[in-house]
Structures are given as structure tokens and as C-alpha cells.
């Protein structure tokens, strides 16, 4: 018998239309965009510094080791102590129960160093994850082969690592750059963005952030990187005994006991990392690293070598709270600009909870909103569609009955850049005659501002998420 022949038809181009109702009933008025919105350059995140802005007593270095296939792409990088002090460190690392073999080799080594280290090495293209005993032996030898590179000093190197789950680290070609880490290490400017990139995996742009205050009659610096665009929903905690991805890493100055700097630096976190989200994926490696030298000089002596080292602080100290908002404030700039580059992402939201009767309530009903995918693909239409903002605060992980309808209200905010009125789509439970024209105003931007009062209580609590594009699915 023949084959059945099928005539072809060449098929009409199809045009995207985006239904955008401005109530809950999906009613209202239909917009014509075209598959994919014009995309601005992610470029205009990066800073540019000064050699004053970063901590005395660090250096950093990165190179092309051949992780990444792509030629020059930098691929593994050192942040290194060089103070005449000892060097505290910190950790939160990844919930997730298959932990990569840099998580648990990070934590062992500030268990063995009682909350010392020397710095760490981070490599990326490759995550050393669920790469069994050999995953161990690399990350292992990662560390020691840079500390055996290094003068004598207290504590090990700790390791963080990047990329693709599942493949084993090309351990010659690192083992092979790691003196060249060494002798290029620098405190440029230049330098420090390059760590940045270093970094990088599916990012598309190199994150890095400093800023200075004043403690103690000396001026610290605090200066962080971290990477991360995809597989992002962390949830990290400070280091166990020994049992695409957002890494990051924050150094200062300041002289802060190890114990102190770890309860400053969970702090921190709880309320910067562990409450952003791009795509609801916590990650295998998740890590943010703190270090604190204790190099920071006095005013008087700023611009020369300054007399009389640091009295490391600890949580009762004066300066101790200072230091803790400090970081924190820097940690919450750092976790904001993951979100800004997440994978597809076209809107950056923050989504505030008040009212609320504990912290706890008001992060679940944030965290719920902030992880629908109909609120996030609504928002990537600029469809100001508050049925499913409600439906996502009524399903929350909160205890029964916590939640009145008849309490909550459910508003558009302006960003600072806007003069309008906020846009208020419920009250109380009740719907609100909403105005087209404002919300097209407000959605159209690219920050958006969702707050919920629950109307029950003094709490509050804020996460950061991103809309959900077409090319989001695409790159997952």
C-alpha cells in the first residue's frame, strides 16, 4: 500500500494577545502585545567603585581554568585575608537535603576552625552536587590546595561552586590554576568586579555591592557579591555538625567574634535571601559566607597605617547592632539584585504583608502570593487581577481560622519614581471600583508594590519575587 501522502499548509503567524481584566472576573478590555516585550539592559545595575569603598585587608583574584567552555570566561576566583588578624567567618547554607560537597565541606571547616577562616575559592559551570564521594575528594582538595598555597595562618579555605547538578568537576584543570589565583590576588576595584563575574552562570550581569559607616571611632567597609538568576528559593540556616543556585559572599573590616558574626549573619539572611524567589526552587548549593579581619583602621589614621588593632565586638557590645543593620542592609541589596535578574523576569515586586498577628503569618502569606504563578504571570501581563492575589492568601500555610476575609485590603503602590495615587482593589474584604487607567499606569512599570493588610494584628514581613514570562519557561 502507497504511504499516505499529506498535502502541507503553511500555517498563518500567530499574534499574542494578553486578556488584561482589571477585576477578578476576568472582564474588561483585551491588549495586543507582541511574544516578547523589549528587553531593557540589565547592565544599568552595576556600580562601579572606588578603591576606598572595599575592606583593608582582603585580596581577590579570578581566572579562565577551562570549567567554562566558552574561551576567557572567568570561571574560578579567591577572596583572601591578608590581615595580621584572625579572620572570622560565618555561614548559611542550604536546607535541601542533597547538599553539595562545597556546602558540607564548608561546613565542616568552620566546625574543625571553630569559626576561622582564611577566605574561600568559588568556581563556576560546574555545581559539584550529588556527585558522591569523588564530589567530596574535589572540594576537599580545592580548599586545601589553595591553603597550602598561603602563608601560615588559623582556619581553612571555604568553597562554594556553581552550575550544572550532577558532573564532576574537571579537577586537573582547577588544581592546575590555582597558583595563578595566588599570585594575582589584588584589591582593585577592577579586581573585585572580576570575582563577580567569576561568579556568574545563567546571571546577565555581574552583582556586587559596598558600602561604609562608622563604629567605634573607625570606619568599616562591607562589600558583597553574589550570583544567582535561576533555581531560586532559598531558605539557608547556619551550619550543621557535620551530616544554578544563589551563592554569596560579604567581607568586612570590622573585628567581630565568630560566634557574634554568625548570629548577625543569620540575622541577616532571615530577612534578605531566605525571603526573595524567582521560580520556587530551593538549590543544592545555596550559600552565603561571611568574613570579618578586623583590619578597619581609625578615623585619624585614615590613609596610613593605622596604631592599635580592633577589640573584636560581640552581641553585647555597643556596636553590635549597628553592625547587625548594617549588614543586613547590604545582604537585603544583594538578595534584591538576584531577583532583578531572574531568569525571564521583566517585573521586579515586592510584596508587603502588614496587620498581621506574628512575622511568621505575615511571611506565609507573602511567601504564598509570592510563588503563585497565576499572580506572577498576571503581573507579567499587567493585569492587575486581585481574585488571584486573594485566592493565593487564602491558601497559606497559616493556621486555621488566622486569616478574615472581612479584615484584608489589597493595594497597588506607586514606586517613588510615579505621582500617583496608590490603587486600592479590595477593602475589607470588599471589592473596590478600580481605575483602568491607574492600573495600566502601575503595571506597566517595572517595579511593582503589592500591599496586603491582614487587619488583624502590629507584624509585618516583605519578600521579593518577579514576574513569570514566556521566556522564564523557556530557560527553565
Known amino acids: 500500500m502507497p504511504p499516505l501522502l499529506v498535502p502541507t499548509v503553511k500555517l498563518p503567524r500567530l499574534k499574542l494577545s494578553i486578556y488584561r481584566s482589571f477585576s477578578s472576573s476576568g472582564s474588561s478590555r483585551t491588549a495586543t502585545t507582541s511574544p516578547s516585550k523589549p528587553a531593557m539592559s540589565k547592565d544599568r545595575h552595576i556600580i562601579t567603585y572606588s578603591p576606598e569603598a572595599f575592606p583593608l585587608g582582603f585580596s581577590v583574584s579570578s581566572v579562565h581554568s577551562g570549567i567554562k567552555k566558552k574561551p576567557g570566561a572567568l570561571d574560578l576566583g579567591i577572596l583572601i585575608s591578608t590581615s595580621d588578624s584572625p579572620c572570622s567567618a560565618a555561614a548559611c547554607l ?6 553539595a560537597a562545597p556546602v558540607t565541606v564548608t561546613s565542616s571547616l568552620l566546625h574543625r576552625h571553630q569559626g576561622r577562616a582564611r577566605g574561600m575559592i568559588i568556581n563556576s559551570g560546574c555545581a559539584n552536587a550529588v556527585t558522591g564521594k569523588k564530589g ?3 572540594a576537599w582538595a580545592m580548599s586545601d590546595g589553595i591553603t597550602r598555597l598561603l602563608p601560615p595562618g588559623e582556619g581553612g579555605t571555604l568553597v562554594m561552586s556553581t552550575g550544572v547538578i550532577g558532573q564532576h568537576l574537571p579537577f586537573k584543570k582547577i588544581a592546575k590554576s590555582l597558583p595563578e589565583l595566588v599570585q594575582n590576588l589584588s584589591d582593585s ?3 573585585w568586579l572580576d570575582l ?11 552583582k556586587l555591592r559596598a558600602r561604609t559607616f562608622i563604629l567605634g571611632g573607625r570606619k568599616i567597609r562591607l562589600a558583597g557579591i553574589d550570583k544567582g538568576a535561576g533555581m531560586i528559593a532559598p531558605k539557608m540556616g547556619p551550619p550543621q555538625p557535620p551530616h544554578a543556585t544563589l551563592l554569596g559572599m560579604i567581607a568586612t573590616d570590622a573585628a567581630v567574634e565568630p560566634k557574634a558574626l554568625q548570629n548577625a549573619l543569620n540575622y541577616a539572611v532571615e530577612r534578605s535571601f531566605n525571603n526573595i524567589t524567582v521560580d520556587g526552587d530551593m538549590s543544592t548549593n545555596d ?9 578597619a583602621g581609625k578615623l585619624e589614621d585614615e590613609g596610613r597605617p593605622s596604631v592599635g588593632k580592633m577589640e573584636e565586638i560581640n552581641e553585647k557590645s555597643e556596636g553590635y547592632d549597628l553592625f547587625r543593620e548594617e549588614l543586613k542592609g547590604l545582604a537585603e541589596e544583594l538578595a534584591q539584585l538576584i531577583v532583578r535578574d531572574g531568569e525571564g523576569a521583566t517585573k521586579f515586586v515586592t510584596i508587603r504583608v502588614k496587620g498581621a498577628q506574628t512575622y511568621d503569618i505575615a511571611n506565609a502569606v507573602a511567601r504564598s502570593v509570592a510563588t503563585s504563578s497565576l499572580v506572577k504571570t498576571a503581573l507579567y501581563g499587567e493585569d492587575a487581577n486581585w481574585g488571584r492575589i486573594l485566592a493565593a492568601i487564602g491558601y497559606s500555610s497559616v493556621p486555621p481560622n488566622t486569616l478574615q476575609p472581612s479584615n484584608i ?8 519614581t510615579l505621582s ?5 482593589v479590595v477593602s475589607f474584604g470588599e471589592p473596590e471600583k478600580v481605575d483602568e487607567a491607574l492600573a495600566s499606569v502601575l503595571l506597566a512599570e517595572e517595579d511593582i508594590h503589592i ?10 514581613a516583605t519578600l521579593w519575587t518577579c514576574d513569570l514570562s514566556h521566556v522564564s519557561w523557556s530557560l527553565i
Do not use: W
Not at 196 to 206: E, G, L, N, Y
Not at 409 to 416: D, E, I, T
Open 409 to 416: 485590603s489589597v493595594s497597588f503602590l506607586p514606586p517613588s
Open 136 to 138: 567530596l575528594e574535589d
Open 451 to 460: 500591599e496586603i493588610d491582614l487587619g488583624s494584628g502590629k507584624e509585618e
Open 196 to 206: 563577580a563575574k567569576a561568579s556568574m552562570t545563567t546571571d546577565a550581569f555581574p
Open 189 to 191: 576595584p577592577k579586581a
Open 420 to 424: 500617583v495615587q496608590p490603587l486600592r
Open 94 to 99: 542550604t536546607q535541601n537535603v542533597f547538599k
Open 287 to 295: 550559600t552565603i559566607l561571611c568574613f570579618a579581619n578586623g583590619a
